[in-house]
């Protein structure tokens, strides 16, 4: 069965990377009616906080994708132990008693890059057991095949063949001094317990897979199939990180800004990925019907942010998109939400809201525009714009609209019987239609443009209509 998994560490925010890596692990499941699992890898103490691991919930139940399983790598290092020491007692790791501060670590070797250290290498059995047995302290390496042209090889869903050399892998580590597991021999002794079927993750972890290759065949396990995504890159080139680009990649930031979370999906899925067909707006079911490895690319993405702005304007138009087209029922929640935050309280009923946000959203491009350019709809308090005030201060249109407030009164208050007494009136002063439909709309909303300006008696109501009229 097909299982997949998305595996965050939690040493800071939701990073945008991360969560395209989840949505796609999640549209492969479900388009291959798959397992889709979370699971947190936390065995790195020292860097773990809580507030991470609450963003990445925080994040991805946003997304409000969901998942199958759940589990904490944390609780699992008995399983990690029990792998590292079937892999020792094969033969395929060996005890590294070199000291921590070393001068010759990992990074280098007599100039060159380190691969291994002949002395712990090749410690016998018995002597590496009576230095172990006193307590000695130790790393466990993985023993990497460097004789008879050994090659490592896998197949990549994107990126194709991929092969190395044993002789140019290091003795990585599988166990930390202080016994921990490290991410190496935690991820595939995890996966391979999981029996996960595609390892899905971004292309920095390119390189690794030779070793947890290496890893699973110790392990006497088949390794999963692996799948390893173009990286996400700012406009500069540089890659999208935590710490030079800070709120711009955190996916909270598109959640506060006021974005739709199918609009952000959306979005996340056409960087580094194409349904090959030219659509960019895509529901949920339709990036699922549409999702395969053939329509990931193999270049970066570029995500595009100014230091005055963080957001990305593809993104921007696309939560445009949504939010105009989505059903209104399904939008509601959202804009209820909105509202509830500013402190606004809905004036009529569930009707009158669902007819109004879907006649004011064709303009609008976030949830924030309903309690800022959608404000005159909700509370009585609102900013009159130069542009509406400029149309407001007309000869005749003060004068005309409070007669026209008392007119209204005594009328039937239905788009058609508003217009007729509208023009009737302009007629009676002797002034253009035009200058009270704009001085109408100026003073029913602030705003010198936006629906039909009949449309909008009918959505602010006849008492709160007639008063805004007839107090200009």
């Not at 999981?194 to 390794?223: C, M, W, Y």
């Amino acid at each position: 069965m097909l299982r997949v998994r998305f595996a965050p560490s939690p040493t800071g925010f939701l990073h945008i990377g991360s969560a395209r890596t989840f949505i796609f692990n999640w549209l492969y499941a479900r388009r291959n009616g798959g397992t889709m699992i979370l699971r947190i890898d936390d065995t790195d103490v020292e860097r773990n906080t809580d507030a991470s691991l609450q963003s990445i919930h925080e994040g991805l139940n946003w997304l409000d994708l969901g998942w199958d399983e759940f589990y904490r790598q944390s609780d699992r290092l008995q399983l990690h132990a029990e792998v590292a020491e079937a892999i020792f007692n094969k033969g395929l790791a060996y005890r590294d008693f070199t000291p921590a501060d070393h001068e010759e670590g990992e990074k280098s070797r007599a100039g060159g890059p380190w691969l291994f250290n002949p002395g712990m290498r090749e410690l016998s059995r018995e002597q590496s057991d009576r230095r172990a047995a006193i307590g000695e302290k130790f790393v466990l390496r993985f023993r990497v095949p460097r004789d008879g042209g050994r090659q490592v090889r896998f197949t990549d869903l994107v990126y194709g063949e991929q092969t190395k050399a044993g002789a140019d892998i290091e003795d990585f580590a599988l166990l930390r001094s202080d016994g921990t597991p490290t991410y190496h021999l935690a991820s595939c002794a995890d996966d391979a317990d999981l029996k996960i079927s595609h390892v899905i993750r971004g292309q920095d972890h390119l390189s690794n897979t030779f070793k947890h290759v290496l890893i699973f065949e110790g392990a006497g396990v088949p390794p999963p199939l692996f799948a390893h995504l173009p990286l996400l890159v700012a406009p500069d080139g540089t890659k999208l990180s935590k710490r030079k680009h800070g709120a711009v990649v955190s996916v909270t930031t598109y959640r506060d800004a006021g974005f739709l979370p199918q609009a952000y999906v959306n979005f996340l899925c056409l960087l580094g990925w194409s349904p090959k067909d030219d659509r960019e707006q895509m529901s949920r079911q339709d990036l699922i019907d549409a999702f395969s490895f053939g329509g990931v690319n193999r270049s970066n993405a570029v995500v595009n942010f100014t230091e005055q702005d963080p957001i990305d304007q593809k993104a921007l138009w696309l939560n445009s998109q949504h939010l105009r087209t989505m059903p209104v029922a399904e939008l509601l929640p959202y804009v209820e939400a909105e509202l509830a935050k500013a402190g606004f309280k809905i004036p009529y009923d569930d009707e009158w809201l669902e007819r109004t946000v879907d006649l004011i959203r064709a303009r609008y491009f976030t949830l924030h525009d309903f309690v800022t350019r959608g404000r005159a709809y909700f509370v009585d308090e609102f900013p009159i714009e130069p542009d509406a005030l400029e149309k407001l201060n007309k000869p005749g249109a003060r004068e005309g609209l409070r007669e026209l407030g008392k007119r209204l009164t005594a009328e039937q208050f239905t788009e058609q019987t508003v217009e007729s007494e509208l023009r009737k009136l302009a007629e009676e002063l002797g002034v253009k239609a035009g200058i009270l439909i704009n001085g109408a709309r100026a003073a029913l909303t602030g705003q010198s443009v936006g629906p039909s300006a009949f449309h909008l008696f009918i959505a602010i109501g006849k008492e709160r209509a007639v008063a805004r009229l007839c107090g200009v």
